[in-house]
């Protein structure tokens, strides 16, 4: 996980600028924040750990939809859907699941590049 926080913090401290806004910064550590986090792109490390616990031992959320366990959650894209690297794979890309048929689609090839188009705005779910 904490190789995953980290090459966020990389990729939106190349891409992210302006201010943080009220009530918008999580940090991993108080010492430094994370402009993806500050952003609202990257959930608290915190918040990842909980949001893929709780997916995961949901019994509810199982009998609904397909198994959440190749997938790593890490942000939310403010409609109930959410954003997930493949946890067990060794494979760069993200992407978005829909929490109302359950669909998993490619939105970007790494996690660099889903920074710079959600933050130019090319990911719009």
């Not at 943080?20 to 550590?29: L, S």
């Not at 699941?97 to 719009?124: C, F, M």
Request: a negative charge; aromatic letters at 10%; proline letters at 5%.
């Amino acid at each position: 996980m904490s190789r995953f926080l980290l090459h966020a913090d990389r990729a939106a401290g190349r891409l992210a600028h302006g201010p943080a806004h009220g009530g918008q910064i999580n940090c991993v550590d108080r010492s430094r924040c994370c402009p993806a986090r500050r952003d609202g792109l990257v959930w608290s490390a915190d918040r990842i750990a909980s949001e893929n616990q709780i997916l995961r031992e949901d019994t509810g959320l199982a009998t609904l939809y397909m198994p959440f366990d190749p997938l790593l959650f890490f942000a939310d894209a403010g409609n109930g859907d959410l954003f997930a690297l493949l946890s067990r794979i060794d494979r760069p890309d993200v992407f978005a699941w829909n929490h109302e048929d359950d669909s998993r689609t490619w939105v970007a090839p790494s996690l660099a590049k889903y920074i710079e188009w959600r933050l130019t705005g090319q990911i719009e779910l």
